[in-house]
């Protein structure tokens, strides 16, 4: 779905809040997780192409297991390969910038250091 009419169709233009002149946007209107539909997938996999950085506000509904199902959805999950997943899920790295004294420690958690690596990378605040 490259067609930005049928992306209007599927997540109307005014639901597309560009956050600056070039990169990012807010997408209103859309409850994440497994089950939207895959005109929906289309449409946010354009609109993450477009924006290159998209936000969902008030996504409280989403556990892990329910971001894991909806990332899936986005494309192969590509674990950490130098870390564990959270437990109970396939891929979650827990980011906690209170483990580091206050400030976030870890680079490269998207794994772009790696070969192969992946499409795109989800993050969920839980706390923020």
Do not use: C
């Amino acid at each position: 779905m490259s067609n930005p009419v049928l992306v209007n169709l599927t997540i109307p233009d005014s639901d597309v809040v560009p956050l600056t002149s070039r990169v990012g946007a807010e997408i209103r209107g859309v409850r994440l997780g497994g089950d939207l539909s895959d005109a929906a997938i289309a449409a946010i996999n354009q609109l993450l192409l477009k924006h290159k950085v998209i936000f969902f506000r008030g996504q409280e509904h989403l556990d892990d297991a329910e971001q894991e199902l909806f990332a899936r959805r986005l494309g192969d999950l590509v674990p950490h390969p130098t870390q564990g997943p959270a437990a109970g899920t396939a891929s979650i790295l827990n980011l906690d910038s209170g483990r580091g004294g206050g400030r976030a420690d870890q680079w490269h958690t998207d794994v772009t250091f790696v070969d192969a690596y992946p499409k795109f990378s989800v993050l969920r605040g839980v706390v923020i």
